[in-house]
Each structure stands twice: as structure tokens, then as C-alpha cells.
């Protein structure tokens, strides 16, 4: 069983700069395109999941790394891996590719708040519980 | 009495299209730059105001006139005018200025709407009373 | 023969206000992701037709009505429709729907200009044949 | 001597999505005016730096760890540094700041690429020059 979920996209006119490239916040558009597919492919939306959790899952940490330019129309995939799951945070690993070719690849840091007031709280079971399936055995520790 | 607002913005990087000119739904968005400014000079925030009100207060038309390129780092004055206020509608007038040269201009008309369900309410008395000094003598009926 | 065209786009986390719905100006990011792919069913991608012809494609007026909210994860079909074609300008008549209810519905005018100065220039030729068989048989006149 | 630059940007309502919070990819974006405010105080901007010397300037690298949400309206002083400045690459540290309260913190490496062929080439010495007053003594290695 594969542990990785890819999406396609395209990039639009207003994802590229006057380099003629992507500006580089869009790639983080692009993973959390990822992130909301996959959630999706697991059942509810992930503002549905907040929701009936009374949670918000803002992200900690992110980073990328660029390794070749995108362009206008290029048909990009984004692959999510999560590299680890704890009990208070998920830790994905993406990378984005041109075909055969890397363009981008990092990690984002996930964390579980209350969605009154923003304050850190360990990750719901359910969603621990749904996100299983897709960790490291061990957990990636 | 002046009856319109000013604020100024910068082009930034991420505004510029690879035809190295200003993507145009940005233009809105300096727009709604200006009309936070605006309510602000007033007083409350747009968010405070909305929130205190129980409504918010989306866009239902907008409309934009592009008559010059404008280009990354340029230095716009975005104005403000209250075309109509009427009681379920405001329609403020836009143009965008670099120096003397026109570079937009356009409206916009926003409505009331229930915070809970999004249903269109009147706007209310506590709003129209914050507009009405900017307003035209006759509502601009 | 229909001379309508129709794709589809999925709202994203980042399209989302505070208000929980669509921020208004990507209703014409939206637009332009269908343009874009109307170009390239036609065979070149918008931008190597540019490039091919030495224009640049700018909007000289763009504007829209929002009917009703769009929220998270709503799938959106946009469809275009060339309302005029003159010797100067194109005219898109769109409209943006979820399911059978209508969202939101405008235009938007493009125009041509020589790639190296942004002047306004005839429609090229090429670009002209390429549009027509979309266009009223009048030109829309 | 500080060889830190700072400067202040505002929430937007563009930038905020329905978590009430500001949405991360923004952060790179406020980043990016202080970038570009950065080097017009040394003289130039940074696109005609980059069309004089025939360089573009990406990212290759860009991390973020977030720390406090930051909202509508909020006010944020974004400060630069210059971590280390080598033969290849510059690599800005930054922080977002909230008055006293550290709402973000990360860095950008940043290389020079041929305007022509986006192909690695060293920094140009001019740009060198104009960055050195503001890099550590021995270059940061």
C-alpha cells in the first residue's frame, strides 16, 4: 500500500511573476491544494473535520526548497507523504515535479488548535485515527 | 468638505503578471485596501463594525475600468467616493491615480448581509449614520 | 455548434475571507483560468500565441455581479462566451454557477497592444480567425 | 552600524482566510516588501538591478516557523537581515513582529540566475557591494 496522495496542477496566469516564473509562495498554495485533496479523499473536508472537532489545524513550520522554475501551463504534481505523526503535530513532506523533473520539495508542520481561542491542544483521536493509515509505522519518530 | 478618501499603495512583486503589469484583479484588492483605511479613519475596523452589527458586508457588483499599465514598485493613490447610499446598498465610486495619470476606475456595491445565514437585510441604522457625512447631499438617488 | 466553453475549478483554502466565502476579485482569477484553457483547446497556449503575434492581451474593463456566496470546496463550473469580437477588442460574457444556481456573472473587455511598448494595436489577424468560429455571426455588432 | 532593515506592513482582508488568521503563504509575501523596500534604500529597485546586471534573483530556499497568529488589521514590522553573503547566494534571516509579540521567523536564500536562461551564475560583484555593508564581517560563513 502506498502512504503518498498526489494531485495535479496547473499553473494559471496569476501564479507567475515578471520573471516569467512561479512566485515561490504559490508552491504553498499548491501543497495545501494537496493537503485539502487528501483530506477529501479520506472523507470530509478539513473544514468539515475542524468543524466538528472544534479545532483549527494552522501550520507551525513550512519549507520549501527550489530547484527549477515552473512556468505558465506547466502541469505540476504534488505528492504528500507524512514523514511523521505525533500527538500533537503531523509533519507532511511534499515534493512537486515537471514530469521527471524536481521543481520543489519540503515540508510543512501541522498543529491542533482550539478554535475559540487559538490555544495548542493535542491532535483529536479521530484524526490521529485517519491519518494513520498514511504514517510511518513506527510514527516517524 | 471633501467628500472622498485617499490612501496610497505600492506595487508589490507578487502583483505583477509576466507581462510586467499589474495582474488586474489586484486592482480590487487595492480598492478594498482603501475602503478598510476608509473605515477605519471612521473609527471601528470593517471587522469590528461587521461584527458588532451582526452582518457583513459583501460585494454584490464590481466593476473596473484598466486605462494604464501600472508596474512593479509604483507608487498609486487609490480615492474613494460614495456614489449612493441607499437603504440596502452603498456604491462607492474608485479611481486609481499614479500622479497625474489615470490608471483605474471603476465601483463597487456592497450589501448587508446576515452574518449567520448571508440573507440581504437592510443596512444598518448604525452604518448609514458612519457614511452619511460622505454621502451625496440627496443620497445620490 | 455551441460557442460556449466550460471548465472547472474547485475553491481553495486560500480563496476563502474571513467571511467564510469567496474573496471577491479571485471570481475573475476564475475567469481567467477559463480563458486560459479556452486558448489552448484552440491549440497555443495564450501566452506562445502572445509571443508568436508580439501582443500582449491586457483587460480593459472587467466586471461582475456576485449572486450569491461561493464557500470552501464548492465546485464551480465557469463558462465562457464571446459576446463581441471588433476589430480592436474582444468581449467575454461569463458566468460562474454551482450546480443550477448562478454565483456570480460579468464581462470582461480585452484588447491588444504591442508587446514592446503597450500601445493598443489592431487584433492580429491569426487571432482573429482563431476566435471566430466562437463569435455571433455579426461580430456581436 | 545596525545591518538590519525593517519595515511595516498591514493585514489585509485578502490576506486573512476563514480561520480569522492570516494565511501562511503570505508571510513570504510580506517578506518580499521588505525585500524590495530594502533595496530601493540602497538606490536601486530591485527589477532594475536585476535588468542592469542581466539577473534574476530566486529563491532557492525559503523557511518559516509560525508562531502566533497574526489578524486582520494587524500591524507588522518586518526586519531583514543578512545571515550570510556568499559567492553564490544571500541568505536573509527575517522576523515578523506584532510590537513586542515574534509572530513568525524564518530565512530566504536567494541566488542569481542568467535573465536569459534562468542557468546559476555567481552574484554579480555590483550587487555584492551594494549587500556588503549589511552582510556579518566575515561573510557569515
Do not use: N
Not at 504553498?28 to 473544514?47: K, M, N, Q, W
Not at 483549527?56 to 526548497?65: I, M, N, Q
Amino acid at each position: 500500500m502506498t502512504r503518498r496522495f498526489t494531485t495535479e496542477v496547473t499553473v494559471q496566469w496569476g501564479d507567475v511573476d515578471l520573471a516569467g516564473v512561479v512566485y515561490f509562495p504559490h508552491f504553498f498554495r499548491y501543497v495545501d491544494i494537496a493537503e485539502a485533496e487528501f483530506y477529501h479523499s479520506l472523507g470530509p473536508t478539513v473544514l468539515e473535520l475542524e468543524e466538528s472537532l472544534g479545532i483549527r489545524l494552522p501550520r507551525v513550520e513550512a519549507t520549501c526548497r527550489f530547484l527549477k522554475p515552473a512556468r505558465f501551463c506547466d502541469r505540476l504534481s504534488v505528492t504528500l507523504e507524512i514523514g511523521r505523526l505525533s500527538t500533537k503535530t503531523v509533519r507532511y513532506l511534499f515534493d512537486v515535479r515537471r514530469g521527471d523533473e524536481a521543481i520543489a520539495e519540503g515540508h510543512l508542520v501541522i498543529a491542533s488548535v482550539s478554535i475559540a481561542d487559538f490555544k495548542a491542544i493535542p491532535l483529536p483521536q479521530k484524526l490521529r485515527e485517519l491519518l494513520q493509515p498514511y504514517a510511518p509505522p513506527d510514527g516517524g519518530a
